[in-house]
C-alpha cells in the first residue's frame, strides 16, 4: 500500500468549495483517549511533561489515519478572569455594568499567550510535512460571554440592562480580534 502523504491544499479546497485531488477527512477535536486506543499508545500524560512528545503522537494518529490537517485549539474563554460559568458551572462574574467596567479586560490577550505559546510551538515543531492546523483559537464570543456571565444572568443582563448585553459582546468581540490577529502573525504558518 502506497504511504499518505498529508496535504492541506485538500481541506482548503474543500473550504473553498473547489474540487480537491482528493476528498479530506475531517474531525474538530478528536479525543485523545480514542487516539490512544487507536494507536494502543498511551500519550496524554505528556501534555503536562513533555509537549512535544505529546504532539508528536498527536501529529502522527492524525497522519497515520489520513488527515491532511491536525485540529487543536487553545480556548479563550479559559484565559478570562473569573470564567467558568459556562464550561466550569461556576456562578457568572459579571452582572452589573460596574463589574464589567472594573473587569481586568486588558489581561485576557497576555493571558491568553501565556497559555497558548507553549503548546503552539510545539504544535509547530511536531507538525508533519505536508499538513497545517485547524482550530487555533477556540471559543466564539457568545461562548466567552457565557463563560463571564452564565447563561441565565445574559438573559436577565439582556432584559435589565441593554448597554450591558451589548457592551458584553462588543467588548468580547474585541478581544478575541486582538487576540487573533497576533495568533495570526504568530502562527499562521502552521
Not at 86 to 103: N, S
Not at 123 to 138: A, D, F, N, S, Y
Not at 173 to 189: A, C, P, R, T
Request: aromatic share 16%.
Amino acid at each position: 500500500m502506497k504511504k499518505f502523504v498529508p496535504d492541506y491544499r485538500n481541506i482548503v479546497d474543500a473550504a473553498k468549495n473547489v474540487k480537491p485531488k482528493r476528498l479530506p477527512l475531517y474531525e474538530h477535536n478528536i479525543s485523545v483517549d480514542i487516539m490512544e486506543k487507536i494507536l494502543n499508545k498511551k500519550f496524554l500524560h505528556f501534555f503536562d511533561t513533555d509537549l512535544d512528545e505529546f504532539f508528536r503522537h498527536y501529529c502522527e494518529f492524525c497522519e497515520i489515519m489520513g488527515y491532511d490537517v491536525v485540529t487543536f485549539e487553545v480556548c479563550a474563554g479559559e484565559s478570562m478572569p473569573y470564567s467558568g460559568a459556562l464550561g466550569g458551572h461556576k456562578e457568572g462574574h459579571i452582572k452589573t455594568m460596574q463589574d464589567f467596567k472594573q473587569y481586568p479586560w486588558d489581561e485576557v490577550c497576555d493571558r491568553y499567550f501565556e497559555r497558548a505559546k507553549p503548546l503552539f510551538e510545539a504544535l509547530r515543531r511536531q507538525m508533519p510535512e505536508g499538513m497545517k492546523g485547524i482550530g487555533g483559537v477556540g471559543n466564539g464570543v457568545f461562548e466567552c460571554v457565557q463563560d463571564l456571565t452564565g447563561y441565565m444572568q445574559l438573559c436577565y443582563i439582556g432584559y435589565d440592562d441593554r448597554e450591558l448585553y451589548e457592551s458584553l459582546f462588543y467588548k468580547i468581540g474585541d478581544i478575541l480580534s486582538q487576540i487573533w490577529e497576533k495568533f495570526l502573525k504568530e502562527y499562521g504558518d502552521i
